[in-house]
Structures are given as structure tokens and as C-alpha cells.
């Protein structure tokens, strides 16, 4: 098992709703990346930290965004929930930005939008 | 946009036979790596492939980077049932995973 922590587990919401999902990386990660996968699609990724600064992003809309905290945990928030939002929610650490570093993923947070 | 392809979708084998999972690029990249993740679980580093052409072993894997940087491979030899899981390639220069291939091994 890797060091990276979620919380929480489970999560169900209502259309309209704000989430906030955490992330805690591993010992010495100074990155965390955020994906969102469907069920039975790949991770699509959502952006990336780096000391406490936004280091890149993928092709979702601005009500997704991110923090990451000066012990390098990190928060998704997600305003204005819609149905399709529902999916697993990873956070993966790294010891170094881009994407030339292994990545530790968490075990995720399931959200439900109904 | 840069697009990551991975073919079969899902493949079942007989435990013993072999299985191999292929993934291409639509652009040129820097690297690629391979995870694995088994069912209700998270996805798993595998290995990272960096060089044009280059081929990592571990154990029954056997990892491939085309000469091109533009597609890669994983090949397991005699499957188990503990290789149960989707394998997914992701590459570079925006982590781009792909959808995955779905194995099942039959005892």
C-alpha cells in the first residue's frame, strides 16, 4: 500500500451541491496530481500541484479547483455538482512535477451526484 | 488533442496462456508508464519506459517502447490469476491514461 490518503470514502451529493475531497500524499511528495475516473474508463486527469501552485491541467471546467497546503495535502472542490460528475476521485503523489515520476495513488473517494 | 489508445478492450485468457496488452499514440511522446489496477481497487505503478526501443522485464512482464516513441506494449507469459486487473498505459506530455485493458484469467 502506498502512504496517500483520501477522505472521505464515500460520498453522496445532490445536483447543485459543492464537494470538497482531501488528500494527504506521501512522506517526502512534494506533487499531487488529481484524476477523475468513470466506471470503466481510465484516470482522466484534472490538474496538478507543486507547491502550492497549480503546475497544469486537463480539459475540465473551471468549477473544478484545487489546493495544496504547505505539508503538500491537497483538497479537490467541486462546485455547481452535475450528474456526470459521479465517478472515483484519485490523487496520486510524486517526488517531482511533469510526468517523468511514479505515481502513488490513493485509494480514492466514490461520489455519488444525485 | 493528444489521444491514448489501448487495444483489447478486455481479454480473457486460460491461466497459463499468454496475454498481451498494445498502446498507441497519436503524437510522439517523452515517456510512458504502466499501471495496474485490480478490480475495486487503485491503479498501481508498473514501470516507465523512457528510451526509443527500449524493453524493461519484471518477472513474467515484458515491457516495450516502440522505436517511434509513439506506442508501447505488455506482454505477461503464463498468466495467473493473481494478474486479474486493467492495465493502463498513461503517457506524457499531459498524463493521458488510456481506457485500459480488462484481463480475467479462468483457473
Known amino acids: 500500500e502506498t502512504g496517500v490518503t483520501q477522505s472521505p470514502t464515500h460520498l453522496i451529493k445532490t445536483r447543485g451541491q459543492q464537494v470538497t475531497l482531501r488528500c494527504s500524499s506521501q512522506?517526502?511528495?512534494?506533487?499531487v496530481s488529481w484524476y477523475q475516473q468513470a466506471l470503466g474508463q481510465g484516470p482522466q486527469f484534472i490538474f496538478q500541484y507543486y507547491r502550492e501552485e497549480e503546475n497544469g491541467r486537463g480539459n475540465f471546467p473551471p468549477r473544478f479547483s484545487g489546493l495544496q497546503f504547505p505539508n503538500y495535502s491537497s483538497e479537490l472542490n467541486v462546485n455547481a455538482l452535475e450528474l456526470d460528475d459521479s465517478a472515483l476521485y484519485l490523487c496520486?503523489?510524486?517526488?517531482?512535477?511533469?510526468?517523468?515520476?511514479?505515481?502513488?495513488f490513493g485509494p480514492g473517494t466514490r461520489l455519488t451526484v444525485t | 488533442g493528444q489521444q491514448v489508445m489501448q487495444i483489447p478492450q478486455y481479454q480473457h485468457v486460460q491461466e497459463g496462456e499468454d496475454f498481451t496488452t498494445y498502446c498507441n499514440s497519436s503524437?510522439?511522446?517523452?515517456?510512458i508508464q504502466w499501471y495496474k489496477q485490480r478490480p475495486g481497487g487503485h491503479p498501481v505503478f508498473l514501470i516507465q519506459?523512457?528510451?526509443?526501443?527500449e524493453v524493461k522485464k519484471q518477472k513474467r512482464l515484458t515491457f516495450q517502447f516502440g522505436e517511434a516513441k509513439k506506442n508501447s506494449s505488455l506482454h505477461i507469459t503464463a498468466t495467473q490469476t493473481t494478474d486479474v486487473g486493467t492495465y493502463f498505459c498513461a503517457g506524457s506530455f499531459v498524463m493521458r491514461f488510456g481506457a485500459g485493458t480488462r484481463l480475467t484469467v479462468k483457473p
Open positions: 512522506s517526502g511528495h512534494n506533487t
Open positions: 519506459l523512457v528510451k526509443s526501443g
Open positions: 503524437t510522439t511522446l517523452s515517456n
Open positions: 496520486a503523489s510524486s517526488t517531482g512535477t511533469g510526468y517523468d515520476y511514479e505515481q502513488y
